[in-house]
């Protein structure tokens, strides 16, 4: 019953801050069903959007190799609120993460408090979403003492630097979660070495934490890794696939800590964001060299890869965007693909062997474990940001019909 009055509560205040004029008109009778009815219909839209056949079909065959998958429609919002009744979620950390999984979580009606440094910009940040000090957001340490489930969502250097002073809280019995591999795999780095009574999960969404909570809202859920390293209490798979689905992932593909840290701080550093930023700014430079606008050589090179092309790639794979564009594109871009596979092989080798010996993690840990970690990584990020083709940028989306003069 306390539960069910604290999912109420928790519930109003998602609302009033989904939909502030909604708020007056929810009765306090109502608000119990309210989220239950917000799931429901999040549930609809994703099996709207699903391929029949595929609802509760563990074994998957990923061309030819065949994987395990979790799914979210195999915990209904009741059993997921009844799975977690006599747990607290300690989620430590508001970065992205923590901002769209302790949301998430919140809204599903789960018992979730906030731990972060009192007075720092994310004690800011979680008040500004509707955290209560005292009630719901607390310093590290007392939040950890709370909770059973301990989210461990502090940046990785910080994990490493907090260590010595949380690890003797937590205690026998409590669960502790990571959203990466990261501090546990390099250990001999980081020095995190979990107690032995404890379980020790990871769930790691695939996506950026703006849009694990962007999609949870839209009803749909992220891909998100899931993992245990230990695995006492002999329900830790289990736990985090419910954890998974609490913080809102659709689908959970099973993985170890080892696979997770190193495929994600690869991707991170290749395609993802380094590579792309790279590939994107040797194109515009010589196409500037050779005389075109910037305008012409930011819309050839970013507006349309982002605007046209590769949401056609996300939506149907590579053949259906090569098949939306010209044969003469098409003949072309065949050419010149195993030109640049074979170009960058050996960068891409370079960085998987950076990862693997921990190169990228030391560095890591040096970097954002300076006090001075925002004001480094933002200069740098400004030199990006003052980088010509990004101004570019700036002004070829203010002419896009839904502009915002303050967006950007
Ligand atoms: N960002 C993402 O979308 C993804 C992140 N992950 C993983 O999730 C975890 C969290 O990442 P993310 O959400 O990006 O968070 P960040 O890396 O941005 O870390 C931010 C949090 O760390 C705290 N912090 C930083 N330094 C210290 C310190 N010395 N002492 C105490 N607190 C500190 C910050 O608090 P304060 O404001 O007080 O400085 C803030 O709450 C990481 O393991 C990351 O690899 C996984 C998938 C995607
Ligand atoms: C791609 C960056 C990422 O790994 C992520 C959003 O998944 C991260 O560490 O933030
Ligand atoms: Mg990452
Ligand atoms: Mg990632």
């Known amino acids: 019953m306390a539960s069910l009055a604290r999912s109420a509560s928790q519930a109003v205040r998602a609302a009033s801050r ?14 119990a069903s309210f989220s239950v009815l917000a799931r429901a219909s999040a549930v609809k839209a994703a099996q709207r959007s699903t391929p029949q056949g ?6 998957l065959d990923f061309a030819g190799t065949k994987e395990v998958v979790y799914e979210r429609s195999d915990w209904p919002l009741a059993k997921l609120q009844d799975y977690f009744k006599n747990d607290t979620l300690a989620l430590i950390g508001y970065g992205s993460q923590g901002h769209g999984q302790g949301l998430n979580a919140r809204d599903n009606g789960l018992n979730v408090i906030v731990g972060v ?9 979680a008040i500004e979403d509707g955290w209560v000090p005292g009630e719901t957001l607390f310093p590290i340490e007392e939040a950890i003492q709370k909770g059973t489930i301990i989210m461990n969502l502090l940046s990785d250097a910080a994990q490493s630097q907090t260590w010595p002073t949380i690890a003797p809280l937590i205690t026998k019995g409590k669960t502790l979660y990571f959203s990466h ?15 032995s009574d404890v379980d020790v999960i990871l769930v790691a969404p695939k996506g950026s934490g703006r849009t694990v909570r962007t999609l949870f809202k839209e009803g749909r859920g992220i891909n998100s890794s899931i993992a245990v390293w ?16 609490a913080v809102g992932s659709g689908y959970l593909y099973e993985t170890t800590f080892e696979k997770e840290v190193y495929s994600d701080l690869y991707g991170e550093r290749g395609v993802l964001m380094g590579g792309i930023q790279g590939l994107f700014l040797a194109q515009y430079q010589v196409l500037r060299k050779n005389g075109h606008s910037p305008s012409e050589a930011f819309n050839e090179t970013v507006e349309e890869a982002t605007q046209s092309l590769y949401p ?13 564009c010209s044969t003469t594109a098409r003949r072309g871009a065949l050419d010149w693909a195993p030109i640049f596979e074979k170009a960058n092989v050996p960068i891409f080798e370079q960085l998987y062997e950076s ?3 921990g190169t990228e993690t030391r560095k890591s840990l040096e970097f954002n474990g300076r006090s001075t970690y925002r004001e480094d990584l933002n200069k740098e990020l ?3 940001n003052n980088q010509e083709i990004w101004r570019a940028g700036k002004v070829v989306r203010s002419l896009r019909p839904d502009y915002k003069p303050d967006s950007e």
């Open 382 to 384: 400004e030199v990006i």
């Open 117 to 125: 440094r009192k007075g720092g910009e994310s004690w800011k940040q």
């Open 230 to 245: 230990q695995d006492v209490s002999g329900k830790a798979k289990e736990k985090a696939i419910a954890l998974g689905v």
């Open 54 to 59: 595929t609802r509760g079909v563990k074994t």
């Open 355 to 357: 990862v693997r010996n």
């Open 181 to 195: 591999g990261f501090s546990v795999v390099f250990k001999d780095d980081t020095h995190v070495v979990p107690p």
């Open 18 to 31: 989904r939909a502030p004029h909604v708020l007056a008109t929810v009765k306090p009778a109502q608000t």
């Open 312 to 324: 056609l790639i996300g939506e149907k794979g590579m053949d259906y965007m090569f098949n939306a």
